[in-house]
Every structure is written in C-alpha cells, then in structure tokens.
Nanobody, 125 residues
Framework: QAQLVESGGGSVQAGGSLRLSCAGS????????MAWFRQAPGKEREAVAA?????????HYLGSVQDRFTISQDATKNTLYLQMTSLRVEDSGMYYC?????????????????WGQGTRVTVSS
C-alpha cells in the first residue's frame, strides 16, 4: 500500500503546464523534508525539487527545472505540490513524491523513507 499518493500527471504538449499533488498522512509526510523525484525509461531516478517541512521552507531545485517548476506544500493537510510550467519533452517520466524524516542530502533518494507509486508525465513536441 502506497504511503504517499501522487496525482495530476498527464499528457501535454511542450510549453504546457501541469500541477502535481501528493497526499500523505501524519506518519508518512516527512518530518524534515519532502521532495519530488522523476525517472525516465532507462535512466536513473533524479531529484527534481525539495522543500523543508521544519522551520523555514527552504527549497532546492534541479538546475534544469529552476525557474520553471515550483514546489510548495500545505503542511496542515500533509500535501505537497509541484507546479510545472514551460514543460519540455525531456521532463517526461514517472514523478514520485518522497518524505524524509531526518534530512541528509536533498537529492539523495536513500535519505527518503516514504514513497508514492508515482504519476506519469508525458510531454510531446
């Protein structure tokens, strides 16, 4: 059973936008950080964006999505979002949300204990 549940994926043309959501619970929402990862066929899973869930909501972004994607959260609802604009074909893949209870490098998937089953994003040219 998925601990986190993603939604909002779909198929769009290049230049379009999508908003992903990730619903968690008090036990699965990261006490330290939440993040979005993605994985394209034949490629390694990579961290796309992360946001601190304790203290000031510090954010981190993969360089190629900086200024196009925005990560945000509603901590009162244990919900994470990823607003994606100006989508590119290379943004296609399965997007996963993940929760970390104790931090570490934001882009290291091994530092995240909770994972969703993913939502697929397909961007066509």
């Amino acid at each position: 059973q998925a601990q986190l549940v993603e939604s909002g994926g779909g198929s769009v043309q290049a230049g379009g936008s999508l908003r992903l959501s990730c619903a968690g619970s008090s036990s699965t929402y990261g006490r330290f950080r939440m993040a979005w990862f993605r994985q394209a066929p034949g490629k390694e899973r990579e961290a796309v964006a992360a946001i601190a869930t304790v203290g000031y909501p510090v954010t981190h972004y993969l360089g190629s999505v900086q200024d196009r994607f925005t990560i945000s959260q509603d901590a009162t609802k244990n919900t994470l979002y990823l607003q994606m604009t100006s989508l590119r074909v290379e943004d296609s893949g399965m997007y996963y949300c993940a929760g970390s209870q104790d931090g570490g490098r934001w882009n290291n998937p091994q530092r995240y204990e909770s994972w969703g089953q993913g939502t697929r994003v397909t961007v066509s040219s």
